[in-house]
């Protein structure tokens, strides 16, 4: 950890408390644009070994990481299936509307859709929450956390900074396979 980590600087830490006291709450979203019902990037203060610290926090859904992975692994089916696959690339056409793709994306669209809903059916992917800790930061820790929520809102992220803080976070370990269908009923 480099020491011109302005996470630890005790005057910068002040100031994110000071702006977390004016907006009421205990915690800053960093970029309200990523933010959804499912995923948020916000600061807290905590401490680190002792020393006082702003945390990067990502918090998402165990739902939304269950749905990257199996992206993912679809990509990755596709990848050999194809090998002209690259990543679908979606353009907008001069009204702002998706632009049609071409033939080879869309064949390779719908295998990726397909994989997608044979891997559920399979339950192919089991996630489950967890946390991660990036100590090489320019600034403070980073924390990726998973939780098992239906979404994260200002009571989920409050909760997670309180428990994180006084050191009762308990993560579940079952592990979780989620269903499209499911998702979309809810």
Not at 31 to 60: C, Q, R, S, W
Not at 112 to 130: N, P
Request: hydrophobic letters at 35%; a negative charge.
């Amino acid at each position: 950890m480099s020491n011109n980590n302005e996470g630890f600087d005790p005057k910068i830490i002040d100031k994110f408390k000071s702006k977390m006291i004016a907006l009421g709450q205990n915690y800053i979203i960093e970029n309200d644009e990523d933010t959804t019902d499912e995923f948020v990037n916000f600061y807290f203060a905590g401490m680190h070994e002792g020393k006082p610290v702003i945390y990067d926090t990502i918090l998402y859904t165990l739902r939304l990481h269950h749905n990257s992975e199996l992206f993912e692994l679809a990509e990755h089916k596709a990848a050999k299936r194809f090998p002209e696959f690259r990543t679908i690339k979606y353009e907008e056409d001069e009204n702002g509307d998706l632009a049609k793709l071409d033939d080879l994306d869309e064949e390779i669209g719908l295998y990726i859709t397909e994989m997608i809903l044979d891997l559920e059916e399979e339950e192919a992917v089991k996630v489950q929450e967890h946390i991660e800790f990036d100590m090489h930061l320019n600034f403070g820790v980073g924390v990726d956390a998973c939780i098992n929520v239906e979404k994260i809102d200002n009571e989920v992220i409050e909760k997670f900074i309180k428990d994180f803080n006084e050191d009762t976070l308990r993560l579940d370990k079952t592990l979780y396979s989620f269903q499209t269908e499911d998702y979309e009923l809810s």
